[in-house]
């Protein structure tokens, strides 16, 4: 099975501090991907990583940077975080070659900020 | 770009009744379509998928959902439902050809099955 693995499932983090979400896939998926998911929002794409060191923008990167070092492991930054950040952040990841593949997902980072 | 379009935030039924959760979509292009469900305090999984094929797919659980072009509308369906059928229920899209598997999702739709 495939396993998307995000370090923390609740973070606590104070305005202004630096806060870094990590996900980790055990799948050697070429794609992943940064959702925050907020009620009656949905979920909304942050960033994307198509290949080492690769990012593309989503639909809301203001705020949040990502790091791709290595194909496992994708990296969600938050420079100074903000109150409007607290929300539940999700990782997936999916295999490259076209439209059709599946995305999986992370069990999700409850994040607030205070 | 698409959209997708989720009818109803919440859904309350009762247990052993049929259930719909309605989604729409809007692309100019050909386009992917996907359930997503999420149980509580869990991330999401693929519930059903509609890729090319037969309009009409199905899922291991029991749930349905047709894909209908003309109405551009991707409805869940199951005749029964079951109090474990308790979760969050998300339509997706994904547009057709590259764009590196990008989906787009609906606002989500709460489905409680009471006792």
């Known amino acids: 099975d495939v396993k998307v693995t995000q370090s923390s499932r609740y973070l606590v983090k104070r305005t202004g501090e630096k806060v870094f979400l990590e996900c980790v896939q055990d799948?050697?998926?070429?794609?992943m991907f940064w959702y925050r998911q907020d009620p009656g929002l949905g979920l909304r794409l942050i960033y994307f990583?198509?290949?080492?060191?690769?990012?593309e923008k989503g639909d809301i990167p203001e705020g949040y940077s990502v790091s791709r070092e290595k194909k496992e492991r994708f990296s969600l930054i938050l420079e100074s975080a903000s109150t409007n950040q607290t929300s539940m952040y999700l990782c997936?990841?999916?295999?490259?070659?076209?439209?059709?593949?599946?995305?999986?997902f992370g069990a999700g980072t409850r994040l607030s900020v205070l | 770009a698409q959209s997708v379009t989720q009818l109803d935030s919440q859904v309350p039924v009762f247990e052993e009744a049929p259930v719909e959760l309605r989604c729409n979509y809007s692309s100019s292009v050909s386009v992917y379509l996907f359930w997503y469900v999420q149980y509580p305090n869990q991330g999401l999984q693929l519930l059903l998928k509609?890729?090319?094929?037969?309009?009409l797919v199905e899922s291991i659980n029991g749930f349905e959902a047709e894909f209908n072009k003309s109405q551009t509308s991707f409805h869940l369906r199951k005749p029964s439902v079951h109090i474990s059928d308790t979760a969050e229920y998300f339509c997706?899209?994904?547009?057709?050809?590259?764009?590196?598997?990008?989906?787009?999702f609906g606002q989500g739709t709460i489905l409680t099955v009471h006792p």
């Open positions: 997936a990841s999916s295999l490259e070659g076209g439209a059709k593949n599946i995305q999986y």
């Open positions: 990583s198509y290949d080492v060191k690769m990012k």
């Open positions: 509609y890729l090319s094929g037969s309009t």
């Open positions: 997706a899209v994904k547009r057709g050809g590259t764009s590196y598997g990008k989906l787009t």
């Open positions: 799948m050697d998926h070429e794609n």
